[in-house]
């Protein structure tokens, strides 16, 4: 039974995760460099939590990250798209993606089809992107995608004790970005 919907972009298949995508996040929640800017490693008991804890927003809530897959090699890539748990400072667009599908444009592609998806299905008003301010890559993502600086602002629970780099825009500013 699918708990949400799939996307495919040109190189991507978006789709909600599955068991079979865990050993996969487990690997990339295990990579130090990956995992710099995303909050810190995780053994398998905090990636089961966690891997649970977006499968379940999307039943709590309608929609939450999607596993990303390479259409080319059928291997799981990263996570990213909509997220706003309780607390959220706004509804956001996020990304995750292994060391080895950096650099691709993949975090772009596949960020540009859940932006579509959070306006044109969830109907939001305006997305964010939460960015540790030295992580470079995704900050040049957000740029990419329109987004602006909006703000800094302390991270919320359980992310206490950083600072963010808040990017964003607004839904009809990207309707108009994307023509």
């Known amino acids: 039974m699918a ?30 460099e990956v995992m710099r800017h995303l909050g810190g490693t995780q053994g ?15 039943t709590i809530g309608g929609f939450s990250m999607f596993s990303v897959i390479e259409k080319a090699s059928g291997q799981w890539i990263g996570r990213l798209g909509p997220w706003c748990p309780h607390g959220w400072p706004g509804t956001e667009v996020g990304w995750g ?17 859940t932006m579509d998806y959070a306006v044109d299905i969830l109907g939001w008003s305006q997305i964010i992107h939460t960015i540790l301010p030295e992580n470079e890559a995704s900050t040049r993502v957000a740029k990419r995608l329109g987004s ?4 800094k602002m302390d991270t919320p629970p359980p992310f206490e004790g950083l600072t963010w780099d808040v990017y964003g825009q607004t839904a009809d500013e990207w309707r108009a970005r994307r023509g």
């Open 44 to 58: 398998r008991e905090l990636t089961w939590r966690s891997m649970c804890t977006l499968t379940g927003a999307w």
């Open 3 to 32: 708990i949400g919907p799939t996307i495919e972009t040109e190189r991507l298949i978006l789709r909600p995760p599955r068991a079979e995508d865990f050993d996969s996040w487990v690997a990339f929640h295990a990579d130090e």
């Open 148 to 151: 602006q600086f909006i703000k």
């Open 97 to 113: 993606l292994v060391r080895n599908a950096w650099g691709k444009g993949y975090a772009t592609e596949g960020a540009a089809a």
